[in-house]
């Protein structure tokens, strides 16, 4: 069956949109609406018309569309794509810790479930977390949760001193210096750019730190021709089409090791979304009261960001 056409017909007769991560298998980027950043993809479930947003990304970000459009039918083509990062914040032992902590802001990256999200009181996403941060007074007392490189990243940065929940994403996590280091031996001339959720020696080898959109948006303007990039595989798809004269190395760069394929996101393919799209389902289905506790802290986010000029 020709999965592409298929879609395409399903998308006018069910007035549906297709909201794709970078992170997905080509094929599926070259179907959707919209292929971004968590942070872009909040802002367009936020912003869309359609009767059913089709969600090629994992299971927190279908979760964010659909507390932001809880009359739409939100399906997600395989259930099962969780996050690591995600299930490192149990919500029971999030409660349990955040009780350490009285008078503090809790801030949470989007990756994170929606018991986590009503938890908190401010969501931020890799592409506006500095900005968000910061516009808080430097000793005002912040919980971040739940990614620890992140958090620590911002605490660097931004001389603060947040307090951090211990989670990590287990595709950035394992990404090491030492590995960088040595493909940086063996291409002198490529320019390091990576991903905010890997450990600190990595992020202090790279000239440019950033959530995926704004790594696309570098390899674009940077004048190098070559580019190790500390990141999920998926990404390199839209940077080699954007710029078919520079070259992208992955790490780790051994071919025997797809590590950094996250995988949770290559869960979808191009026929369970076609699936998801003709039965309508699976669908997210979500308890209102969560849902209206969760939307607070991610409007908040996208209110935010309008004002500080991040997103349109
Ligand atoms: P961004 O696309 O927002 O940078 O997020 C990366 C990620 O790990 C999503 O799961
Ligand atoms: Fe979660 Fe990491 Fe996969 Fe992103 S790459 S969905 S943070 S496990």
């Known amino acids: 069956m020709d999965f592409a056409s298929e879609i395409a017909l399903l998308k006018k007769q069910k007035n549906a949109v297709i909201l794709a991560h970078y992170y997905q298998v080509p094929e599926i980027q070259d179907i959707a609406d919209y292929v971004g950043d968590s942070l872009g993809l909040a802002q367009k479930a936020a912003q869309t018309d359609a009767d059913m947003i089709v969600f090629a990304g994992v299971h927190f970000m279908a979760e964010t569309a659909k507390i932001l459009n809880p009359d739409k039918l939100v399906v997600?083509?395989?259930l099962e794509a969780g996050c690591s990062l995600a299930d490192s914040c149990p919500p029971n032992d999030f409660a349990t810790f955040l009780k350490n902590y009285p008078g503090h802001t809790v801030i949470s990256y989007i990756n994170c479930s929606a018991e986590v999200k009503a938890m908190s009181d401010?969501?931020?996403?890799?592409?506006?977390?500095?900005?968000?941060?910061?516009?808080?007074?430097?000793?005002?007392?912040?919980?971040?949760?739940?990614?620890?490189n992140l958090g620590g990243y911002i605490n660097?940065?931004?001389?603060?001193?947040?307090?951090?929940?211990?989670?990590?994403?287990?595709?950035?996590?394992?990404?090491?210096?030492?590995?960088?280091i040595?493909?940086?031996?063996?291409?002198?001339d490529a320019e390091i750019i990576a991903h905010p959720e890997c450990q600190a020696p990595v992020l202090e080898l790279a000239s440019f730190v950033g959530s995926t959109t704004a790594l696309l948006a570098y390899t674009k303007k940077s004048d190098s021709r070559k580019f190790i990039v500390a990141t999920e595989t998926g990404i390199i798809y839209q940077m080699q089409q954007?710029?078919?004269?520079?070259?992208?190395?992955?790490v780790p760069s051994d071919e025997t090791c797809?590590?950094?394929d996250c995988p949770f996101m290559k869960l979808n393919t191009l026929e369970k979304l076609y699936l998801a799209m003709k039965n309508e389902r699976p669908a997210l289905e979500m308890d209102e009261t969560l849902m209206n506790k969760a939307r607070k802290p991610i409007e908040r986010m996208l209110d935010l960001s309008v004002n500080l000029g991040l997103i349109k």
Do not use: Y
């Not at 931004?158 to 996590?173: A, I, K």
């Open 76 to 78: 997600l083509p395989d």
């Open 122 to 148: 401010l969501i931020v996403t890799s592409g506006n977390a500095v900005q968000l941060v910061e516009s808080f007074p430097k000793n005002h007392p912040v919980v971040f949760a739940p990614d620890k």
């Open 156 to 180: 660097r940065l931004t001389g603060r001193n947040m307090v951090l929940w211990d989670g990590t994403c287990q595709v950035h996590d394992i990404l090491t210096a030492e590995a960088i």
């Open 182 to 188: 040595k493909m940086k031996m063996q291409n002198p």
């Open 242 to 250: 954007a710029s078919p004269e520079k070259s992208f190395l992955v």
């Open 258 to 260: 797809s590590c950094n």
